[in-house]
């Protein structure tokens, strides 16, 4: 499926690949006795197979030692890309479509490739992408943002007119509703950028929503809905909770410094953090305020949740607490005994993250992860913890607990509530097998 | 120059630009009653010139409210670019060089172009460049990274053992010691771009530095200063203070959640939070630890401050409290009265910022301006803070001061101290001119 790619991030390491001999940490880094322990033990065995002192390279290839021709001639100039560009080495790590999940390519999805990526921004070259009609570069001169319904002034905004207005900037995280939908009767496809690839986060700017409903004359007394259209051909549209609207939803334009991307909604797009992506309407060109939800096709039809007995639950639209470990993670594989940094990312729909605990024996025992800094609310949050691999078999699972107490649960308990039917909001524990051979694969331990 | 953009942001905005008529804010994004009776105060002539409730366009032409072809036909595929780019329509927002600046371009440099951006997050592809010998593509499988010197057990790694390694993520700015070094001896160049433009921030992912040189064996009672070394054709060599190692310092591999860039040091470079760029060694090859700065050319030649004595400060590495307005700037144009959003920058390679102040008559009067979260160390800050323009002259300025209490100071207290014949190092208030045409350009107040 492409996940692999040569060195280290992904695991299957250069063949000839030497385990680290980390012996110790200094205090610097807040690293109690303990884990300075932990990691002097860990690295004893394979600090051996290190030949002591020696400068010769570890692939056995002495001609990378000789001058090499980057380093005795001159490079490429500056600007020689005025926007640049990710290494020719690096062409691996790409979003990528599943064949065959929808019908058409112009309403399917391509996966962030979580299994690569580093720290909690997505880089807007692999932002995931879920487009219901095909994606536009729409010419912002053009674009308009009508707002109507319940207000005292129904207003058109262009584009210019929106960014002379008060900005803020934001990191959140988006997640389909129907991210890890694949896996909700068993273990489907293969690698983390399958299994929990539609999502990303990015650093947000617009103008808040609630300051251009006021601007208008929003009708405070009858508002309890807003109906976001796009201007793509599937017109898509959603409702969007009152509370969730004046609250911290951003008209935004802006993602990670720059405009947004076409695939991404430019030259503007909803953003509703901590709610499924959906809601996040791209190439917003309309918001219609109301006092009922609108039953839209996607939201009568679509991003439903089957329940055991039939019916349907409707608007369940936050996205709740969850987590992943991207590495180790399925489709790598560990070459050698020794040293693992385990790492992965958690969020939530609620508000920041409290705390990771990750188990290697498949959910009996937890050791609690360190959290990246800055934790943010209703952002990606990266987690680490260490791992000393033996060679034997393991299941690793990672558990994330949110700043409102909601502990992410097992497979079994969402299957018992819901059933097996359903598509979206699955944020269940993930399980990622280590077999005897460092072979990685996903499995499900209810 | 370039620098200028079809609408809002550089506020050359469309011909028939119609100001917005912004009534009020609610309490939601907790605006103050003074913030709100301005608001309403300062659009309030605008609002009249808006025709009250109407849904025509702005610009005058009915076909924008008509069926757009995009809203009624399937559009692009996902992963139809495996790796997104920007919309054709932002093809102007680059980085670029400054022609001249120097003799050749594989020693040149090319700048951020700061009054397009937003938040606080550089996308990969607009990071600034500054090259000793040009950049490669290097191939991190033939990469090494030696650790030597005054250590119990010399080191080679290679980019898959490193990336094994407990890993750190963390938010920083990177600003070359020569940013705003045009300006020294007066106002020389006309935009925000080519003034502040040697100026990026990312997340960075990689080892902490501390832990290779303990993994090494560091001898701690005679290491005193690290010789960092870089691949390239320049063989780029500074010498990094031992205290500065062994506090934040990475070697980083990540940037922006993927690889970095090749011309940003793929697959390895130094990040050194707060000091100047040119000792982020790119293309890091070599580490050596010894008890004495080695004096290399560019700490020897270049990166001195000249002082009007004639001598010449060494290692004065550190990045000190600095900020810059990067909307409106140097040759954009506010072509209607009202409202503004005056938006900027703040850093300090000391820690982090604690408050910025925005003047809007030369410095005589001073008004705190609102900071987006997160403030986080060595990191950039954006601030934001209203304006309504009466079409009268005005100078803009904005002064940062960090939570060391270091005050951004004026040119002229900054030459009074080092004179004008100095490079590097000037953190000088920045002052924007506007007319009253609606002009910006580029001044002094001493």
Same mark, same amino acid.
């Given at each position: 499926m492409g996940t692999q790619r040569k060195f280290g991030r992904l695991l299957p390491a250069p063949e000839n690949f030497v385990p680290p001999s980390l012996a110790a940490e200094i205090g610097a880094h807040g690293m109690n006795d303990a884990r300075r322990d932990f990691l002097r033990k860990s690295f004893a065995a394979a600090s051996a197979a290190l030949a002591s002192g020696s400068l010769l390279a570890a692939d056995g290839d002495p001609a990378i030692l000789q001058p090499q021709k980057h380093a005795t001639s001159l490079g490429l100039p500056v600007a020689h890309a005025p926007y640049g560009q990710p290494s020719r080495h690096e062409a691996s790590l790409q979003r990528r479509e599943s064949p065959g999940l929808t019908r058409k390519r112009e309403s399917s999805i391509s996966f962030t490739p979580l299994q690569g990526l580093f720290g909690i921004i997505t880089p807007n070259g692999l932002h995931f992408e879920r487009h219901h009609a095909g994606w536009h570069d729409i010419d912002p001169a053009g674009h308009r943002l009508m707002i109507n319904g319940l207000v005292a002034s129904p207003k058109v905004y262009t584009i210019g007119e929106l960014m002379r207005l008060p900005s803020v900037s934001r990191m959140h995280f988006i997640e389909c509703g129907a991210n890890s939908a694949m896996d909700w009767a068993g273990p489907a496809v293969p690698s983390v950028q399958y299994t929990h690839g539609m999502l990303s986060c990015c650093e947000f700017t617009g103008v808040p929503l609630s300051l251009l409903l006021e601007h208008c004359g929003i009708d405070a007394a009858r508002a309890k809905w807003i109906l976001a259209e796009g201007a793509d051909g599937a017109s898509l549209t959603r409702s969007i909770p009152i509370e969730r609207a004046l609250d911290d939803a951003i008209v935004a334009w802006g993602m990670n410094g720059e405009m947004l991307r076409p695939e991404n909604g430019y030259p503007l797009r909803l953003v509703v953090p901590g709610v499924q992506g959906v809601c996040w309407v791209k190439w917003l060109r309309r918001l219609e305020v109301g006092d009922a939800p609108y039953a839209t096709r996607e939201e009568s039809t679509q991003y439903l949740d089957l329940m055991p007995n039939g019916l349907q639950r409707q608007y369940s639209i936050i996205q709740e607490c969850k987590s992943v470990?991207? #590495?180790? #993670?399925?489709?790598? *594989?560990?070459?050698? *005994?020794g040293y693992y940094n385990i790492t992965g990312l958690a969020w939530s729909g609620r508000g920041k993250i409290a705390r990771v605990d990750v188990s290697i024996d498949g959910g009996r025992n937890w050791q609690q992860a360190r959290l990246e800094s800055p934790v943010l609310p209703k952002c990606l949050t990266r987690f680490n913890i260490d791992w000393a691999w033996d060679g034997k078999p393991y299941v690793l699972q990672s558990r994330a607990t949110d700043e409102t107490g909601h502990v992410q649960p097992k497979i079994g308990a969402l299957r018992a509530m819901r059933g097996t039917r359903s598509v979206y909001h699955n944020n269940a524990i993930q399980s990622w097998q280590v077999s005897a051979a460092g072979e990685v694969a996903n499995v499900q331990i209810s």
């Open positions: 470990i991207t #590495s180790p #993670s399925g489709g790598q *594989r560990l070459l050698d *005994r």
